[in-house]
């Protein structure tokens, strides 16, 4: 592409500003302000969330120390005493702490609201940028407008010294427009637009696919199709990230409000345990030694700092191991990544080790495990939506002059975790002379099987309706007032947004609902082992001196006790399987509760897209079941498309294999079989994944309406009955004293 004037081709763009694309960008506008109200509402949910944890925190540790000051414990009461003050200097340290969490949140509340409406000054929004959910979103939210005002000044024959100079008055973000207004003076001097896009201050998806479409010379209908699909996509991306952000960041944020104050309650808790110890020593024979509770006084809680310094430190070799990974992927540096590796998940490790013996209790392993979890959930979907971005940029390059291997590279610079490596590795294979075929399996790249059929079909033996041929459709198509450029049978129909939003509704209702439960069951497991292990032999040591005929234990605590040991051990199997899914054989996967259907619905509609997929590309199916059972890693798709492949050999229909393959129900062969005949297979395909979507959720739906008030009422019964068991206890001992 010229960098300063864009060719122009026989098949120009007509100059006027159609109503559909009129309409399309006004959509995506109120996207954008969409996403920033409600990403503000959730920063200043979270914040309040914060605030309030910090001041009820602070005032249990300040209370407590204040009527505990002067308290002190004497030991030995029979046989000599031991008198000892109770030292509370800790607590005011603390206390302190907390006053300087909440200037922290204070200080980077605005700032966070001033990245999100884009107000923030160029080299503060690059720092705010690195925040974990907030700042992709953001950068994904920018770029988005980026890509449309190119778009927009593409469609109307600009040349890319105007476009990057109409960006630069019309972008919202500082760092944006003063880029913008950089770039435009660097296409003027002659620069290539290869290179001014590198230098961009957001280098996140899509702008590499961009760049390795920008790298050669392309027609003007071209051009404007990659940064129409580049807008798209990014809009896309952001309706993706917008609720799962803002479920992490309230998560998040509560998550680390109740842990500030759980800790402002155990401490105080653990002042009044010592006075209690105290008390109950002047009445003993012997003395039992210190306890957990005055251990955490005298030394674990030095492991606390300890243990942020580790996690930043194993943060930090993360970042570096990441720089690694976007290079280029040598064989002389594998063994360097894979030592970076193994030293940030030792220090993960190490530090999250340390912060449990920092704070030695039930509800901090409790909350470590659920917030490990929710990563290892969040990176999941990361992965799922690029894996989705990767599939769907590769189908749009087949049949085109783009170079495959340089696109897959390009694509690795915008990844982040796994995929980044799988990228390299890919494009290092194939640039070996290796397949495609054989560097997709090699290197682990998730290469659905429609889009690994496209790769391979010849550029020169495509059949009607391909890439190629719409290409050339395309070419001879002078009226482009319906915005499809005529090629539009090659984008996914998977990308829309109604298909968007029933995709990521299902994931996020489950991590909703599924969080809620283990979350609340197992907190509640936490703290009544908590009240019996170190309240109750308290008591018990207190009523043998005032009230030894009386007993706290009970039938009914003995009951609770039991029902919530199975009901925690059945949780836990049930999280094991739910996580181990892909690895169980095959024949339980159906017997997981919930996970399992829910599990085959997800696999059974990635094989039925790609299915439809192929159809509209006049792809065999033979060859798609092929390629999916030589790609996939999850068995049950293998095995299914093994089956299918087979069937497919034989000259069995397309509706009848996916029925022996048990890959839709006797209903939905019904209605495809009627399809494959009136030649409407694929889009029937379409609906019939819509419909398996759309009972997904309606069946997450029914069980939020009884499983979470039933476990918040069993939970409530659990708590209940350790209370009355407390009470009683305190009852008993306050009759025998007085």
């Not at 399309?24 to 969330?49: I, K, Q």
């Not at 397949?435 to 998730?446: C, D, N, Q, T």
């Not at 090659?490 to 299902?506: H, L, Y």
């Not at 065999?620 to 299914?640: H, L, Q």
Request: proline share 4%.
């Amino acid at each position: 592409m010229n960098p300063g004037n864009m060719k122009q081709h026989e098949d120009t763009m007509p100059s006027s500003w159609t109503i559909a694309q009129q309409a399309e960008v006004e959509l995506w506008t109120r996207g954008r302000e969409s996403t920033r109200r409600r990403l503000s509402g959730a920063v200043t949910g979270s914040f309040l969330y914060i605030v309030a944890a910090l001041a009820v925190g602070a005032y249990l540790i300040l209370a407590v120390a204040a009527v505990a000051d002067g308290s002190t414990t004497i030991t030995g009461w029979n046989w000599g005493l031991d008198e000892r003050e109770i030292d509370l200097d800790w607590m005011r340290q603390i206390a302190w702490g907390y006053a300087g969490l909440a200037i922290l949140a204070v200080i980077v509340y605005p700032l966070t609201r001033l990245l999100v409406s884009g107000k923030l000054p160029p080299v503060l929004a690059s720092i705010m940028r690195c925040l974990p959910g907030i700042g992709r979103t953001m950068r994904t939210v920018e770029l988005g407008e980026f890509c449309q005002s190119m778009y927009r000044s593409v469609a109307h024959s600009k040349t890319y010294g105007e476009a990057f100079s109409e960006a630069s008055r019309e972008l919202q973000d500082a760092s944006m427009r003063r880029w913008s207004a950089q770039a435009a003076e660097d296409i003027e001097a002659g620069q290539s637009i290869a290179d001014v896009l590198r230098s961009s201050p957001i280098t996140d998806l899509p702008l590499p696919v961009v760049l390795a479409f920008v790298d050669g010379q392309h027609s003007h209908r071209e051009s404007l199709r990659v940064w129409h699909e580049a807008a798209r996509d990014c809009h896309l991306h952001a309706q993706r990230q917008l609720k799962r952000t803002t479920q992490v960041v309230s998560f998040s944020c509560l998550f680390v409000s109740v842990f500030l104050a759980a800790l402002g309650l155990l401490l105080a808790a653990t002042i009044t345990n010592m006075v209690l110890q105290g008390w109950v020593g002047m009445y003993s024979w012997h003395h039992s030694g210190p306890d957990w509770t005055e251990k955490l006084v005298e030394s674990e809680l030095l492991f606390l700092p300890a243990s942020v310094g580790i996690l930043l430190l194993a943060g930090t070799v993360g970042a570096i191991e990441r720089n690694l990974t976007g290079l280029a992927w040598l064989r002389s540096r594998r063994l360097m990544i894979l030592l970076l590796w193994f030293i940030k998940w030792s220090l993960w490790i190490l530090g999250t080790l340390a912060l449990l013996v920092a704070l030695p209790h039930p509800i901090t392993l409790v909350m470590v495990a659920i917030f490990f979890t929710s990563i290892v959930v969040a990176n999941r979907w990361r992965y799922r939506e690029e894996t989705e971005s990767l599939n769907h940029w590769l189908r749009l390059a087949a049949g085109t002059t783009v170079s495959i291997p340089d696109l897959v590279d390009h694509m690795g610079d915008g990844f982040h975790g796994k995929m980044t490596g799988q990228a390299k590795r890919f494009a290092s294979r194939v640039r070996l002379g290796q397949s495609i075929e054989l560097a997709v399996r090699r290197s682990g790249l998730p290469v659905h099987a429609d889009t690994l059929a496209a790769l391979m079909t010849p550029s020169g033996k495509l059949p009607a309706g391909s890439a190629t041929a719409s290409a050339e459709r395309a070419a001879s198509t002078p009226d482009l007032a319906d915005r499809d450029f005529a090629d539009r049978n090659i984008a996914d129909r998977d990308t829309t947004p109604q298909r968007v939003n029933s995709s990521i509704e299902s994931p996020s209702m489950v991590s909703e609902q599924f969080v809620y439960v283990v979350a609340t069951i197992l907190l509640a497991w936490a703290i009544g082992w908590m009240v019996r292990s170190l309240s109750m032999p308290i008591f018990g040591k207190l009523l043998e001196e005032f009230s030894p005929h009386q007993d706290v234990s009970s039938w009914g605590l003995e009951t609770t006790v039991l029902i919530g040991n199975v009901v925690v051990i059945l949780l836990v199997v049930w999280l094991v399987a739910a996580f181990l899914i892909r690895r169980l054989p095959l024949w339980m996967v159906a017997w997981v509760p919930w996970f399992g259907r829910r599990s085959i619905d997800r696999w059974r509609c990635e094989v039925l897209g790609a299915v439809a997929r192929g159809v509209r590309r006049r792809q065999p199916a033979g060859d798609i079941f092929r390629f999916a059972c030589e790609t996939t890693r999850v068995r049950w798709i293998r095995n299914r498309c093994s089956k299918a492949n087979k069937l497919s050999e034989q000259g069995t229909g397309l509706a009848a294999t996916l029925r022996g393959a048990k890959l839709i129900s006797a209903d939905e062969q019904a209605w495809l079989s009627s399809a494959e005949k009136n030649g409407v297979f694929a889009d029937t395909l379409d609906q019939v994944i819509a419909n398996i979507r759309r009972r997904q959720s309606l069946r997450w739906k029914a069980r939020k309406s009884w499983v979470v008030p039933l476990a918040t009422f069993g939970v409530g019964i659990y708590v209940l009955v350790h209370g009355v068991v407390v009470v009683r206890a305190l009852r008993i001992l306050i009759s025998g004293v007085s």
